[in-house]
Nanobody
Framework: QVQLVESGGGLVQAGGSLRLSCAAS????????MGWHRQGPGKQRELVAT???????NYADSVKGRFTISRDNAKRTVYLQMNSLKPEDTAVYYC?????????WGQGTQVTVSS
């Protein structure tokens, strides 16, 4: 079983930055793709960014050029550096970790961007 612990959310002014972290633990043989999703108020959950075990990344168009996903395989941790934040980035951010056929979701961390 995989456990995920997220941290780094909070309140920031528009134009500011935050860095989210998500550490995986438990019975893990190998970690494939890691990623971040978000769900804003009144919105559907959406993909923000993913990173494969080899380091290939994918971003939602709305965050390209502002957000950077990275991972530390030794620490089993995925990061999301968020710069130039906008009020529309306000959401609960969830990390995801894929191990084999199983995808585990974190509990979510709130990011609020004030205008």
């Amino acid at each position: 079983q995989v456990q995920l612990v997220e941290s780094g959310g909070g309140l920031v002014q528009a134009g500011g930055s935050l860095r989210l972290s998500c550490a995986a633990s438990g019975s893990i043989f190998s970690i494939n793709t890691m990623g971040w999703h978000r769900q804003g108020p009144g919105k559907q959950r959406e993909l923000v960014a993913t990173i494969t075990s080899s380091g290939s990344t994918n971003y939602a168009d709305s965050v390209k050029g502002r957000f950077t996903i990275s991972r530390d395989n030794a620490k089993r941790t995925v990061y999301l550096q968020m710069n130039s934040l906008k009020p529309e980035d306000t959401a609960v951010y969830y990390c995801t970790v894929r191990t084999g056929p199983l995808t585990t979701w974190g509990q979510g961390t709130q990011v609020t961007v004030s205008s």
